[in-house]
């Protein structure tokens, strides 16, 4: 009743402010630096934030929308699988995240073999008999239980579950502090605030971004497979089709993990007929042969003998791909595809990681690995900052972050915006180059080493 | 390629109403204080702490001299191993800022743990940087005073003496390095940055800015103010401090960089060390 007659008094907007304060019994927090998102990227950026000497007297707090989802160490192999380029798992060694995955399950690649439906061209990327190995396959699942498991060994670091944030209040001219609000009411502030929230970043919008996007009218088709025969399983293969490339991961010498890149209509078809019908689909997309060109035919076998003769011709010997015997029951599930790419990195307060800043077709398995690429580079530079003696959102060592990434993923992801147009097409005149030039990356090993070397 | 410039802080202040603010108040030193400056202080605090209003050169010097100062104390050994690659590698060190102005530099040293005493003959800029440590909870102890004063009280208190874009304001630069030395605890450090006196930095530095950019107007410039490497090691050796390091610096007027180089005709860098 009081407070009623209060709030038809003068002042009545003045106290509504602060009754609202109070009623929400709002706690406001400060941090040094505020990781909005919990994903691979998010968590992967809280523990090496908390790793970095030079960073140690620095409060940080990651903020996930969703509750945390402890490793059960389940029997059944989730279908979200993503692979690990070297530099990766490198980060997560030296995190020392490495060896619970370790001690559960991932999968080494050691050759990664990519071919055209639509001509005999092919090329493979490492060796199945050496040692070396290119890529790991692990769930998204297990990395993200390795990463929250060894966050919590980082004194400094905060975790949140359930905790979605409203609104981000980044600083203005004069301002330094950027403020924080989740759906609860609560409110934080930070210095630094780090976007790791994902494709639809609300980080990246509240800084207004320029973004360059767009859809590939394709989805991702994924599902856990049982292959037919039991056998050493170390290649993950990739053909190119006409509506959008097919890859196998290896998962265990009897499973392997399927993304599978095709138009909106045909995800959709897959998804609703009975598993035999799609696991026939699914044989016919890898091994039946696409009609091609006649010119394509001759031009690809004149060129391999051409090759040969100049003696730079592939002495591995081609492998067959594995044939699929049936999906694990409910396995199946389609992504929407699409590129996008932030212009700025960051700004006053704030920087943008992972998928936030940038998103790339799966046909290279690229997304996360640029994604933990920033996170070593964003921590080393933070640390950088904090050693000089400037404060940790200081905008000229930010830049340097913006300038190296940027470098780096815009290259990357113009060579896998380039495959993807090379191969979504069926033109003979391109269908031609491609396997030329396929043909000439398998002949020549200097090229393929700095394929590989930037692809890691 | 480096379109570097000598880089003078007066080139770039003496434009602007900081300027002009520092400059009434060093010639009337005690008189009484007018009611427009007053006024300005708020603005003259955002503009010297304005990352890209006209002390960004020191803004941006900062990478270069911190960097400098932290590892000159570490290859003295000065610096705990426990320390070393952590947020305060110079914790329990105390460095005297000479001439630290608003305090760019003091705040940074401090950040990295050092206890800072900074000093600045003006009250006014010390002021400023009063108010701007204590909005950034930095313990920093500043003092308006001459150096030569503050050495007889400080004799033999300091791990290490900074004097960063200071000496070439400096007439009087035997009393200064005596007193800078005075501070010293034995084996104590000494950084020194400022402007070489040859025809480059003559030439970059006051013909160039004052007659080609006309950034400053002409007659600005005191080029007999600015000291040779040489006559600078001297002046140390008289103080029985010798100098370790000596390394060119340039600075990049588009980029607003400063890098090291090994050209130490224009701007430089000392680190010098006092024997026991
Ligand atoms: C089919 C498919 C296959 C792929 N295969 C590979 C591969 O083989 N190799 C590879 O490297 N990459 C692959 N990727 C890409 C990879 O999955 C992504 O790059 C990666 O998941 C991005 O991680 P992230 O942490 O940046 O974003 P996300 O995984 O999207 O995480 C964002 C997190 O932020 C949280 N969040 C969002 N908004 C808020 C908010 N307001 N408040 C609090 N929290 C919030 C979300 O809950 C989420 O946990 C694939 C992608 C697809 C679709």
Redesign the pocket.
């Known amino acids: 009743m009081l407070i009623k007659n209060l709030f038809k008094s003068k002042n009545s907007k003045l106290l509504q402010v602060t009754f609202r304060f109070y009623s929400k019994g709002t706690v406001s927090k400060h941090y040094d630096v505020v990781i909005?998102?919990?994903?691979?990227?998010?968590t992967s950026l809280a523990c090496t934030l908390g790793k970095n000497t030079k960073l140690r007297e620095k409060r940080v707090l990651l903020?996930?929308?969703?509750p945390n989802k402890a490793w059960g160490n389940p029997e059944k192999y989730s279908n979200r699988?993503?692979?690990?380029n070297p530099s990766s798992q490198k980060l997560f060694s030296d995190l020392g995240a490495w060896k619970f995955i370790e001690k559960h399950r991932f999968a080494p690649v050691k050759q990664l073999q990519v071919w055209d439906a639509l001509s005999d061209a092919s090329v493979t990327f490492g060796n199945a008999e050496s040692q070396e190995i290119v890529s790991y396959i692990v769930e998204?699942d297990l990395l993200l239980a390795a990463l929250t498991e060894e966050v919590k060994n980082c004194d400094n670091v905060n975790v949140l579950y359930n905790?979605?944030?409203?609104k981000y209040g980044l600083p203005d001219y004069e301002g330094n502090i950027v403020n924080i609000t989740l759906d609860n009411g609560d409110e934080y502030t930070c210095d630094l605030l780090l976007g790791?929230?994902?494709?639809n970043s609300?980080v990246r919008k509240s800084m207004q971004a320029d973004y360059v996007s767009w859809s590939y009218n394709q989805m991702?088709v994924?599902a856990t497979l049982k292959l037919k025969e039991c056998m050493k399983n170390e290649i993950a293969w990739q053909r190119f089709l006409p509506n959008g490339p097919v890859a196998l991961?290896p998962l265990t010498d009897e499973l392997s993990s399927l993304?599978w890149s095709t138009s909106p209509e045909e995800a959709r078809r897959l998804l609703s007929v009975t598993e035999e019908e799609f696991v026939e689909a699914l044989n016919k997309a890898i091994w039946s042969k696409y009609s091609s060109s006649i010119i394509v035919q001759q031009a690809t076998s004149i060129f391999d003998t051409f090759l040969r003769v100049l003696n730079c011709s592939k002495s591995e010997k081609n492998n067959v791909p594995p044939t699929v015997k049936s999906i694990e029951p409910n396995s199946r599930a389609a992504?929407p595809?699409g590129f996008g790419h932030s212009s700025q990195y960051i700004g006053k307060g704030v920087a943008l990681?992972?998928?936030?800043a940038h998103r790339v077709h799966?046909l290279a398995?690229?997304?996360?690995?640029l994604?933990f690429g920033d996170v070593a580079c964003l921590s080393n530079t933070l640390g950088e900052a904090v050693y000089d003696g400037s404060t940790i959102n200081d905008l000229s060592y930010l830049r340097n972050y913006e300038k190296d990434r940027q470098r780096h993923n815009i290259v990357t992801m113009a060579g896998i915006e380039g495959l993807h147009r090379l191969y979504n097409t069926d033109l003979t005149p391109i269908v031609l180059l491609r396997s030329l030039g396929l043909q000439a990356t398998q002949a020549l090993e200097p090229l393929k080493r700095a394929i590989v070397s930037q692809a890691s | 390629m480096h379109f570097g410039i000598a880089f003078d802080m007066s080139i770039v202040l003496r434009r602007t109403p900081l300027w002009s603010c520092l400059h009434k108040s060093l010639s009337s030193i005690g008189a009484t204080v007018d009611k427009q400056e007053i006024e300005n202080f708020e603005k003259i605090t955002d503009e010297w702490w304005s990352q890209f209003g006209p002390t960004k050169g020191l803004h941006s010097l900062n990478k270069l001299r911190v960097p400098f100062v932290r590892d000159g104390l570490v290859n003295e050994g000065v610096v705990s191993k426990e320390y070393l690659n952590t947020s305060a590698p110079l914790k329990g060190l105390s460095i005297l800022d000479v001439g630290c102005g608003g305090g760019i530099l003091s705040e940074s040293l401090s950040r990295l743990g050092a206890n800072v005493t900074g000093i600045d003959a003006n009250s006014r800029i010390i002021d400023v940087a009063k108010k701007h440590a204590e909005k950034n909870c930095l313990q920093i102890n500043y003092c308006s005073t001459a150096i030569e004063d503050h050495s007889q009280q400080y004799n033999g208190c300091y791990d290490a003496v900074v004097a960063s874009e200071i000496v070439e304001h400096v007439t009087e630069k035997d009393k200064f390095v005596e007193a800078c030395a005075r501070c010293l605890k034995p084996c104590g450090s000494i950084f020194i940055t400022t402007i070489n006196k040859t025809f480059w930095a003559n030439l970059l530095a006051v013909y160039v800015t004052e007659n080609i950019l006309e950034v400053v107007p002409r007659g600005t410039h005191q080029v007999e103010k600015f000291i040779a490497p040489h006559k600078l090691q001297r002046l140390l050796e008289d103080n029985n401090i010798r100098a370790k390091l000596i390394h060119g610096m340039v600075y990049n007027i588009v980029t607003n960089r400063w890098s090291w180089c090994s050209n130490i005709s224009i701007n430089y860098a000392l680190h010098g060390v006092k024997l026991k």
């Open positions: 909005a998102g919990g994903g691979m990227v998010g903020l996930e929308a969703c699988v993503v692979s690990i998204n905790a979605k944030v409203t790791c929230d994902g494709v609300s991702g994924v991961l993304v992504f595809l990681v992972g998928d936030a799966p398995g690229q997304g996360v690995n994604g």
